[in-house]
């Protein structure tokens, strides 16, 4: 198993630590300690031995952070987790409604003037460091890097993973690193910047077309590098990890160990391209110190890396049809379960067996090199925790009459799948199919969307939403995310939130992703991948260039949730052609009675 159902961090875990986190504050002369989710490299997913916000306070979310103080810790945490932190810290934590709440107006609130808040220098970006900054200041309160406080406190704390680099192939990536080098110093020489700094593990990937396995579910080798203008790379990782990527590399990137990092940094002549919003704050006080032109800008390698190339989009369709047939089979199997639980008393189904079961299935297709993300099997009231972790102490039977929220993905060479599917096990709770429609709506209308170039995220979001919206209903995540190829599969700068200014461009992979979650009673999610692409014109020529979606997940629809009086008739058209281009693409990848579960399940409304 890629997964495992350990709990990792306990509520009552917490108290001792944070008594012994104080002491250490005390020791420094510290008022406040400042705890990121986040590693050095700024990665959702990271290794054991960074996780230091679970591990102090028992919050697993994947966002979020702490503030100790000397008589309160607060944990910041988005509306995705307000469910879910009430069962995972104690009541020594107080949890903070973030981003509604900022962190310097909450230390402003809760710390004297004359205060100090430490920070560790690796963990925090200059901008989040100088916004802190301009806030606290004029109120008195300072700021110190120091030494990681609960790293000093962690006794067992994990080793890191020996794993190696690997080359990724040239087939999968469309272009040489070469070439990518290439590309990206000639940005770096026409806006007139001698080198860049880059400490984003996927930008590191993408560029030198290498996967690593430092982190769960994302294949991304955590490493610093230096790109000059002439296309030279200087890759900074620890020693032995890169050992058999010496022909892949070739003779135009050294690899150096990653201590040598700081080092190296003091021989750069200027201008030196930092992005201020990923990048470590170290860096900058570390070229700050030997008197080195900083050029701010964002890591070159992102807008790159997020816009696909034919082999990259032919790659995820590949992966896509390969996994959606894995899903298939699942789902299939899933209903013999429920047919089964109905039938037959002493049967269990159970969350775990759910995740199990899923991840064998890919396992099946022999391709499989990791899950993209642990799989979300929340049944009932767990399906309404938008980031639900199933646990050895969190799991619970399946049973006939709620709904089953199953968000799974996998990792293959040649691309990285997402996907979300609600199933009813019998018949389904109140409200349940009319709450599933509009949240299919919402999914049909993104997928339908036909719009010009130039908007951003923040433009089509309210398109899945509005269906919701007419009835009262809303939902506390983003509509979509960017995914990578082989790489994370919560990928930016691209995404569809209320947030996002980032434009959508032709070869960004996002997610379609509308919920309804129903604390205590159910959740419901549908999510597809699409692939952003210019669309062709409708009549003669268009006025301007639009862009739509190609749809990369084909797996059939819940059609027992599907209330089709209230679909309008484009919107019944797009499911049965949704549902016939399944069969069309699963269908020879499946045989028996997976073949005839698929063909009941893709026929027309």
């Given at each position: 198993m890629y997964?495992?159902?350990a709990?990792?961090?306990?509520?009552?875990?917490?108290?001792?630590?944070?008594?012994?986190?104080r002491e250490?504050?005390a020791?420094?002369?510290?008022?406040g300690?400042?705890?990121?989710?986040?590693?050095?490299?700024?990665?959702?997913?990271?290794?054991?031995?960074?996780?230091?916000?679970?591990?102090?306070?028992?919050?697993?979310?994947?966002?979020?952070?702490?503030?100790i103080?000397?008589?309160?810790?607060?944990?910041?945490?988005d509306?995705?987790y307000?469910?879910?932190?009430?069962?995972?810290v104690?009541?020594?934590?107080?949890?903070?409604?973030?981003?509604?709440?900022k962190?310097?107006?909450?230390?402003?609130?809760?710390?004297?003037?004359?205060g100090?808040?430490?920070?560790?220098?690796?963990?925090?970006t200059?901008?989040?460091?100088?916004?802190?900054?301009d806030?606290?200041?004029?109120?008195?309160?300072?700021?110190?890097?120091?030494?990681n406080l609960?790293?000093?406190?962690?006794?067992?704390r994990?080793?890191?993973?020996?794993?190696?680099?690997?080359a990724?192939?040239?087939?999968?990536?469309?272009?040489?690193h070469?070439?990518?080098r290439?590309?990206?110093?000639?940005?770096?020489?026409?806006?007139?910047?001698?080198?860049?700094?880059?400490t984003?593990p996927?930008?590191?990937?993408?560029?030198?077309?290498?996967?690593?396995?430092?982190?769960?579910?994302?294949?991304?080798?955590?490493?610093?590098?230096?790109?000059?203008?002439?296309?030279?790379?200087?890759?900074?990782?620890?020693?032995?990890?890169?050992d058999g990527?010496?022909?892949?590399?070739?003779?135009?990137?050294d690899?150096?160990d990653?201590?040598?990092?700081?080092?190296?940094?003091?021989?750069?002549?200027?201008?030196?391209?930092?992005?201020?919003?990923s990048?470590?704050s170290?860096?900058?006080?570390?070229l700050?110190?030997?008197e080195?032109?900083?050029?701010e800008?964002?890591?070159?390698?992102?807008?790159?890396?997020a816009?696909?190339?034919?082999?990259?989009?032919?790659?995820?369709?590949?992966?896509?049809?390969r996994?959606?047939?894995?899903?298939c089979?699942?789902?299939?199997?899933?209903?013999?379960?429920?047919?089964?639980?109905?039938?037959?008393?002493?049967?269990?189904?159970?969350?775990i067996?759910?995740?199990?079961?899923?991840?064998?299935?890919?396992?099946?297709?022999n391709e499989?090199?990791g899950i993209?993300?642990?799989?979300?099997?929340?049944?009932?009231?767990?399906?309404?925790?938008?980031?639900?972790?199933?646990?050895?102490?969190?799991?619970?039977?399946v049973?006939?009459?709620?709904?089953?929220?199953?968000?799974?993905?996998?990792q293959?060479?040649?691309?990285?799948?997402?996907?979300?599917?609600?199933?009813?096990?019998g018949?389904?709770?109140?409200?349940a199919?009319?709450?599933?429609?509009?949240?299919?709506?919402?999914?049909?209308?993104?997928?339908?969307?036909?719009?010009?170039?130039?908007?951003a995220?923040?433009?089509?979001?309210?398109?899945?939403?509005?269906?919701?919206?007419?009835?009262?209903?809303?939902?506390?995540?983003?509509?979509?995310?960017g995914?990578?190829?082989?790489?994370?599969?919560?990928?930016?700068?691209?995404?569809?939130s209320?947030?996002?200014?980032?434009?959508?461009?032709?070869?960004?992979i996002?997610s379609?992703?509308?919920?309804?979650y129903?604390?205590?009673h159910?959740?419901?999610?549908?999510?597809?991948l699409?692939?952003?692409?210019e669309?062709p014109?409708?009549?003669?020529?268009?006025?301007?260039?639009?862009?739509?979606?190609?749809?990369?997940?084909?797996?059939?629809?819940?059609?027992?949730?599907?209330?089709?009086?209230?679909?309008?008739p484009?919107?019944?058209?797009?499911?049965?052609a949704?549902h016939?281009?399944?069969?069309?693409?699963i269908?020879?990848?499946?045989?028996?009675?997976?073949?005839?579960?698929?063909?009941?399940?893709?026929?027309?409304?």
């Amino acid at each position: 198993m890629y997964q495992n159902f350990a709990t990792t961090a306990r509520p009552e875990q917490g108290p001792p630590r944070l008594a012994k986190l104080r002491e250490r504050m005390a020791a420094e002369g510290l008022n406040g300690w400042i705890v990121p989710r986040g590693d050095t490299w700024r990665g959702e997913n990271v290794r054991a031995r960074d996780e230091r916000l679970a591990w102090l306070t028992g919050f697993t979310g994947s966002a979020g952070f702490a503030a100790i103080l000397a008589d309160k810790a607060g944990v910041f945490i988005d509306g995705r987790y307000k469910i879910q932190i009430k069962s995972q810290v104690a009541p020594e934590f107080t949890p903070v409604d973030w981003p509604a709440t900022k962190l310097a107006d909450w230390l402003i609130s809760e710390l004297p003037e004359g205060g100090t808040v430490g920070y560790d220098a690796w963990l925090h970006t200059p901008e989040e460091i100088r916004e802190l900054h301009d806030r606290l200041h004029p109120k008195g309160i300072g700021l110190k890097p120091c030494d990681n406080l609960v790293d000093a406190i962690w006794e067992d704390r994990p080793a890191p993973p020996p794993a190696p680099f690997i080359a990724w192939p040239k087939e999968f990536a469309g272009k040489s690193h070469a070439e990518k080098r290439a590309e990206i110093a000639a940005m770096l020489k026409r806006e007139g910047q001698r080198c860049a700094v880059l400490t984003l593990p996927d930008s590191i990937a993408w560029l030198l077309n290498i996967r690593g396995d430092d982190v769960p579910c994302t294949p991304v080798p955590l490493s610093f590098a230096i790109l000059d203008e002439t296309g030279r790379c200087e890759l900074f990782c620890p020693r032995g990890k890169a050992d058999g990527l010496r022909d892949h590399l070739g003779p135009d990137v050294d690899v150096l160990d990653i201590d040598a990092f700081l080092g190296a940094l003091g021989q750069l002549v200027g201008p030196v391209r930092v992005d201020p919003k990923s990048a470590p704050s170290i860096i900058e006080t570390t070229l700050k110190g030997w008197e080195t032109e900083i050029a701010e800008a964002e890591d070159p390698c992102i807008l790159p890396k997020a816009r696909k190339n034919a082999a990259e989009i032919e790659g995820a369709r590949q992966a896509h049809l390969r996994d959606g047939a894995a899903v298939c089979r699942f789902l299939h199997w899933l209903d013999a379960e429920a047919s089964r639980l109905a039938d037959e008393p002493s049967h269990k189904l159970t969350e775990i067996g759910v995740v199990t079961a899923l991840e064998g299935f890919r396992h099946e297709t022999n391709e499989l090199r990791g899950i993209s993300f642990e799989t979300i099997s929340g049944a009932g009231e767990h399906g309404a925790i938008t980031h639900y972790r199933v646990t050895e102490d969190t799991d619970r039977d399946v049973r006939m009459g709620e709904l089953l929220l199953v968000d799974s993905g996998g990792q293959y060479l040649d691309g990285t799948t997402d996907i979300t599917r609600t199933i009813a096990i019998g018949a389904p709770p109140a409200d349940a199919a009319d709450c599933y429609t509009r949240v299919l709506q919402g999914m049909i209308a993104l997928s339908r969307a036909r719009f010009p170039k130039g908007l951003a995220g923040r433009d089509l979001d309210a398109l899945a939403r509005f269906p919701l919206w007419t009835a009262g209903l809303d939902y506390d995540h983003g509509t979509g995310h960017g995914v990578g190829a082989y790489l994370s599969v919560h990928e930016g700068p691209q995404r569809i939130s209320k947030g996002s200014e980032s434009k959508i461009e032709p070869g960004m992979i996002l997610s379609n992703e509308p919920g309804y979650y129903r604390e205590g009673h159910f959740g419901i999610r549908i999510e597809n991948l699409i692939v952003t692409r210019e669309a062709p014109a409708l009549f003669g020529a268009d006025d301007r260039e639009m862009y739509d979606f190609e749809t990369l997940t084909f797996v059939p629809l819940e059609r027992r949730l599907i209330v089709a009086e209230m679909l309008s008739p484009a919107e019944r058209d797009w499911i049965d052609a949704y549902h016939a281009t399944t069969l069309d693409k699963i269908a020879p990848r499946l045989d028996g009675a997976a073949l005839d579960w698929l063909k009941a399940a893709c026929a027309p409304l």
